[in-house]
């Protein structure tokens, strides 16, 4: 996947012209000036006021673009061991100190149930090898399942792997699948979120996720957390955390010592971030990634340090990926 930096245009707002003023007889009372002194603080106070009541997408369409601050770095809180053949395709807490996990690769793929401190799979179902798992999320008493290259997906009892009923879906491909409880949201490898009705499986709304004025493509693996969707970006170190209203990434968070960390000791199997739990319980956030033996419980620490011009597009976009 070839990369490059992306060049971001700043556009300066041109200074308002001065007011015109009638003439008039200049006056020579003090109290005038006094007067005249107090009735502009307060104009120049009043206009303060009505200047930061602006919403702020009103700058972005004079050309103003405001300092973009959120982006996080993360503290690993603990670690636990994680099977590394599993190709992590999706990855959700399931309750309990458990996980449910979606795992990829024709003839390897599956659906689990995992065991967070041990890192053993408690429940397997395996998949018909022309299927290649892929985004996982639970809702209700069911997990829902989608699938690489097709649009069929699957949904299974959480009790029971074993009982399973397909379905299909209208997004391009299957990626990523997370929810809020009410709705899915669904990911197809393109810069494009959608919300899907998960009674119909029908698309009922999407949005184009950007960065600035750049498109975030290669969205993957989703979570939802605390109002956000949480979106691995393929073949970054990477998560992008994305207005579900409107698109917009709200913050990013840089994890590559976790990979750099794995490879520096020894693990050369393994492959790009994807994973991202959420225990709504206790706010804890679990990311791993595919084929790695280690799962990470992670905090967020925001970075304070100001990014050189286009450094967060070349380390978090990349042109989409083509089959």
């Not at 009790?159 to 379905?167: H, I």
């Not at 073949?235 to 955390?241: H, L």
């Not at 990979?259 to 709504?280: F, K, P, T």
Request: charge should be positive.
């Amino acid at each position: 996947m070839a990369t490059g930096p992306l060049r971001k245009r700043l556009n300066k707002r041109s200074s308002d012209p001065k007011p015109r003023t009638a003439m008039a007889t200049r006056p020579s009372s003090p109290k005038f000036y006094k007067n005249t002194s107090l009735i502009l603080l307060i104009f120049l106070i009043i206009a303060a006021f009505v200047l930061l009541g602006i919403p702020s997408n009103i700058f972005s369409t004079v050309g103003y673009s405001p300092v973009f601050t959120g982006i996080y770095s993360i503290e690993v809180v603990n670690e636990f061991p994680h099977d590394p053949n599993a190709f992590t395709q999706g990855l959700l807490y399931a309750g309990n100190g458990s996980l449910f996990e979606s795992t990829g690769l024709h003839g390897r793929s599956s659906v689990r149930k995992v065991d967070i401190q041990t890192g053993k799979v408690e429940v397997l179902q395996e998949m018909d090898s022309r299927y290649f798992g892929e985004g996982l999320t639970l809702l209700g008493e069911w997990l829902f399942q989608v699938t690489w290259l097709t649009k069929i997906g699957f949904k299974y009892d959480r009790n029971d792997l074993s009982k399973s009923e397909k379905f299909t879906h209208q997004m391009q491909d299957g990626w990523g699948l997370a929810t809020d409880g009410k709705v899915l949201f669904g990911s197809d490898g393109s810069s494009v979120l959608y919300k899907i009705d998960p009674q119909t499986l029908k698309v009922i709304d999407k949005h184009v996720v950007k960065y600035k004025d750049h498109e975030v493509h290669n969205l993957n693996e989703l979570e939802f957390i605390k109002g956000e969707v949480w979106a691995n970006v393929y073949q970054t170190d990477c998560i992008a955390r994305i207005s579900q209203d409107d698109g917009r990434v709200l913050g990013w968070i840089l994890l590559p010592n976790l990979r750099e960390g794995l490879l520096a000791a020894g693990n050369n199997a393994i492959d790009v971030l994807n994973g991202i739990a959420w225990d709504s319980d206790t706010n804890r956030i679990f990311v791993t990634g595919k084929l790695w033996p280690k799962l990470y419980e992670i905090k967020l620490h925001p970075i304070k340090k100001q990014f050189k011009d286009g450094a967060i597009e070349q380390l978090c976009l990349r042109q989409p990926f083509f089959l």
